[in-house]
C-alpha cells in the first residue's frame, strides 16, 4: 500500500520562508504527478502547484506564482514545495497528493489516487 508523508510546516512571519517535502514509499513516483493542495480554516481545499515526471508539465495557482517552487526531491521518490515571501494569506493544512494520470494538465479538476496527512503553515506577525 502506498504512502505519502509530508514535513516542513510551521509558524513563519511575514516574508520568511519554509520548505515543504513529500516523500513517497510504496510506490514510484516516476512518470507521475505529484503536488500540493492547501486548505485554510473555513475554506475549500484550494490547488497550489504540480510537478509531473511524466510529461513535464508544471503547475501554479495564479497566487503562489514567483513566490513558490516545485521540484523533485532528494532521492527523486519526494517532491518538495519551496514557499518564498510567504504571507498571512497562505496560511493552512498543506497536503500532497498524486495525480491518477501522469499530467498536470487538470490539476484541481482530476482525481488523486495518495494523499498525504497534511501539513500545518502558520503566517503570522
Not at 518538495?80 to 496560511?91: A, C, V
Not at 501522469?102 to 503570522?124: E, L, R
Amino acid at each position: 500500500q502506498g504512502h505519502l508523508v509530508e514535513s516542513g510546516g510551521g509558524l513563519v512571519q511575514p516574508g520568511e520562508s519554509l520548505r515543504l517535502s513529500c516523500a513517497a514509499s510504496g510506490f514510484s513516483l516516476d512518470a507521475s504527478a505529484i503536488g500540493w493542495f492547501r486548505q485554510a480554516p473555513g475554506k475549500e481545499r484550494e490547488p497550489v502547484a504540480c510537478f509531473s515526471s511524466g510529461d513535464g508539465s508544471i503547475f501554479y495557482a495564479d497566487s503562489v506564482k514567483g513566490r513558490f517552487t516545485i521540484a523533485s526531491g532528494e532521492g527523486k521518490n519526494a517532491v518538495n514545495l519551496q514557499m518564498n515571501n510567504l504571507k498571512p494569506e497562505d496560511t493552512g493544512i498543506y497536503y500532497c497528493a498524486t495525480d491518477v494520470v501522469p499530467s498536470c494538465s487538470d490539476f484541481g479538476g482530476g482525481a488523486y489516487d495518495f494523499w498525504g496527512q497534511g501539513t500545518q503553515v502558520t503566517v503570522s506577525s
